[in-house]
C-alpha cells in the first residue's frame, strides 16, 4: 500500500460530495487526515467551478491518511459503502453527474485486489438489491480541492447541506461503527 514512513497508507474514495466522505471517514480511529479534491479527469488544476460543469471527468474524492496498523484499508472501504449508494450511476440522492460517481481511486496492485473482492463479498451478500457500479481504477493525479472545502463539515456544521445530508452519513458512521470512532469523539 502507498505508505509514508511506513505508517501511513493512502485511500482515495468517491461516494458523492467529497464533504460526506470526508465528514464520515474523518472520525475513524487511524485516520490522520482527509483532503477533499479531484481525480479522475482529463482536465489539468480543475477548480470547483469547472468540476460542477460535469464536463472534466473528474470525480469530488476525499484523500485519506490513514495508520494501517490501527484501521485496515478493507474496513475503510466497509465504513465508505454504508456512507453511500454504490448502486446508482453518478448520483448520490440530489447531486447528479458524473463528478459524483461511485469509485475507489486504487494506490497500488493490493489495494485493488482488495477493493475488487470487497465488491464481490458485498454482491454475493445481497447487501444491496441492484448491482454495485462502484469503478476502481488506478488513482492518476489528484488535485486538492479549494480550502474551503477543507474540513468543511467540522467548520460548517449547521449549514443546511451539511444538516440535511453530510451530518446524518456522520451519525451512520457513528452508530454502526461506534468501536472505530476516535476515542474523544466517542
Known amino acids: 500500500m502507498s505508505s509514508t514512513a511506513n505508517t501511513t497508507s493512502t485511500a482515495t474514495l468517491g461516494g458523492g460530495c467529497f464533504w460526506c466522505v470526508e465528514g464520515a471517514l474523518n472520525q475513524l480511529n487511524g485516520v490522520s487526515k482527509v483532503i477533499s479534491g479531484y481525480t479522475g479527469g482529463h482536465t489539468d488544476n480543475p477548480t470547483y467551478e469547472d468540476i460542477c460543469t460535469g464536463t472534466t471527468g473528474h470525480a469530488e474524492v ?100 451539511c444538516m440535511a445530508v453530510v451530518g446524518p452519513k456522520v451519525q451512520k458512521i457513528r452508530e454502526q461503527f461506534k468501536t472505530l470512532i476516535k476515542p474523544e469523539l466517542r
Open 62 to 161: 476525499a484523500q485519506i491518511s490513514f495508520d494501517p496498523a490501527v484501521i485496515d484499508y478493507r474496513t475503510l472501504l466497509i465504513t465508505f459503502f454504508a456512507i453511500h449508494d454504490p448502486t446508482t450511476l453518478n448520483r448520490q440522492g440530489n447531486d447528479r453527474g458524473t463528478q459524483y460517481r461511485s469509485v475507489i481511486f486504487t494506490h497500488d496492485a493490493e489495494q485493488e485486489a482488495v477493493a475488487r473482492k470487497l465488491i464481490a463479498d458485498l454482491e454475493a451478500s445481497k447487501v444491496w438489491d441492484d448491482p454495485i457500479v462502484t469503478e476502481v481504477k488506478p488513482l492518476p493525479h489528484f488535485y486538492p480541492a479549494e480550502n474551503y472545502h477543507q474540513d468543511y463539515f467540522a467548520k460548517n456544521p449547521f449549514q443546511p447541506y
